[in-house]
């Protein structure tokens, strides 16, 4: 491929994700209003972030001063901005982002951390949500939530002693103390910024039905610039020859036949499982070939010195369901002690566009010295970006990654590695680019 194809660009339909404030009072129903959006949109890619996860952890003196419940709380100051603006750029770049939680029992973070990613939509919700600019110039929609004053009061109380574990008169001390004033000095003017103003909260359906037609609408044209992206990275593909980054398997007069009893409707499933396993841990065997090894010295049982080598970093794997899962036997044989994550993606039969539904990958997959990225058949390559896209997300750098399958087409080949050039394919056989997904169904049985 020339220089031009080399590094295409390409953004995930999480990349660019659309943020949300949601400001206003303590108790004004902040928290209920998002819900209530993320409800009526019924949606898997949106999510609530709360600004309480970010307050700043307390010094012994201050952790007492807030157990006797004069500690302000309700100050810009006990928010930790740096690390919201920080996580929130990382969703915004379709990064994984890692939220911490704090206790409120124990005024602390907790060493737990909540990860999202993939996320379209994100919601942010608490007081300050309009407050710092920087989030201001990361956020698409701007709302307030209005709620009476005596309201707030009487919801701050109930969840305060029931969620919190704190006392009335406590409750009472802070709301006087430190809510009420910092709501004229901070939370108030953020109503003048605001692009919509919601009273009565979860009461007001025409407003939040007026702010989730707003979001699908900016999804929907997220969803029809991706698959522009996608076209254009196919017609890239189109006028290419396969990359060389493409490893297909030499055409042995033993794959052939193999090949044969695959491709034949009328050989038994039994043998088509036996022969494709077959066939798995020959791509597998292959493909570990590309792990880096090392020099290594060993004694033989005859007392001579051998130069070997030594694999120097851990192979792991990743099934891209439901295919994947054909794969897994073969794997077992070749690499019984493998670690394997999974990654669900599907495609969406209104847009034709693949969706990331659900991943679970090893914690320190990054560290790993190959990542085996296994799917039993390629077409468009749309499937294959998402989930190369997720590895890389996820710190495990390109030339670590090396996708395997059985059928490809060079059209979703060269896709897939014009994006990421530094990946390898491992392939069977060289198919049609738009062949129906057979394999896993004689597999599978379904």
């Not at 608490?126 to 407050?131: C, D, K, S, T, V």
């Not at 034949?264 to 088509?272: C, H, I, L």
């Amino acid at each position: 491929m020339d220089d031009s194809a080399q590094k295409a660009r390409y953004s995930p339909p999480w990349g660019n994700a659309s943020i949300i404030g949601v400001a206003g009072s303590s108790g004004s129903g902040k928290t209920s209003l998002a819900l209530a959006i993320v409800a009526s949109l019924n949606l898997p890619w949106v999510v609530i972030m709360s600004m309480d996860s970010f307050y700043k952890p307390l010094t012994p003196e201050q952790s007492e001063i807030a157990f006797r419940n004069e500690f302000d709380f309700d100050s810009p100051e006990a928010i930790d901005f740096d690390v919201l603006v920080d996580r929130l750029r990382d969703i915004k770049q379709g990064k994984v982002c890692e939220v911490p939680v704090y206790s409120f029992e124990k005024h602390q973070r907790v060493k737990e951390t909540t990860t999202i990613y993939s996320s379209h939509v994100l919601i942010l919700e608490g007081i300050f949500a309009l407050h710092d600019q920087r989030v201001l110039d990361m956020l698409d929609l701007k709302i307030f939530a209005e709620a009476d004053a005596d309201l707030c009061l009487s919801r701050r109380l109930v969840r305060d002693v029931k969620e919190r574990g704190r006392d009335i008169e406590g409750c009472i001390k802070q709301w006087f103390g430190f809510v009420k004033p910092n709501f004229y000095k901070y939370v108030a003017p953020q109503r003048e910024i605001a692009d919509v103003i919601i009273p009565r909260g979860i009461e007001n359906r025409v407003a939040i039905s007026m702010v989730s037609d707003q979001i699908q609408k900016t999804l929907n044209h997220k969803s029809a610039q991706h698959q522009l992206e996608l076209r254009r990275l196919g017609k890239i593909a189109e006028d290419s020859p396969l990359s060389k980054n493409a490893i297909v398997l030499k055409q042995t007069n033993q794959i052939r036949g193999v090949h044969t009893l695959l491709m034949d409707p009328d050989t038994p499933r039994e043998e088509y499982i036996f022969y494709f396993d077959r066939m798995v841990a020959l791509l597998i065997e292959k493909a570990v070939d590309l792990l880096p090894f090392a020099p290594s010295q060993v004694t033989t049982p005859q007392g001579n010195a051998y130069m070997g080598l030594k694999k120097t970093g851990e192979v792991s794997a990743v099934l891209i369901l439901r295919g994947g899962s054909a794969f897994e036997t073969g794997l077992r044989r070749t690499i019984p002690d493998c670690r394997a994550g999974r990654i669900l993606i599907q495609t969406n039969y209104r847009t034709g566009e693949p969706e990331l539904h659900y991943r679970a990958l090893s914690a320190n997959i990054a560290e790993h010295g190959l990542v085996l990225l296994l799917d039993p058949q390629m077409s468009t390559g749309g499937a294959a970006l998402m989930a190369v896209r997720v590895l890389v997300d996820h710190g495990v750098p390109e030339d670590r990654i090396v996708f395997v399958t059985y059928l490809a087409g060079r059209v979703g080949v060269n896709r897939v590695l014009s994006v990421f050039p530094d990946v390898k394919a491992v392939v069977a056989r060289m198919g049609d680019d738009m062949e129906d997904r057979w394999v896993e169904t004689r597999y599978l049985g379904c």
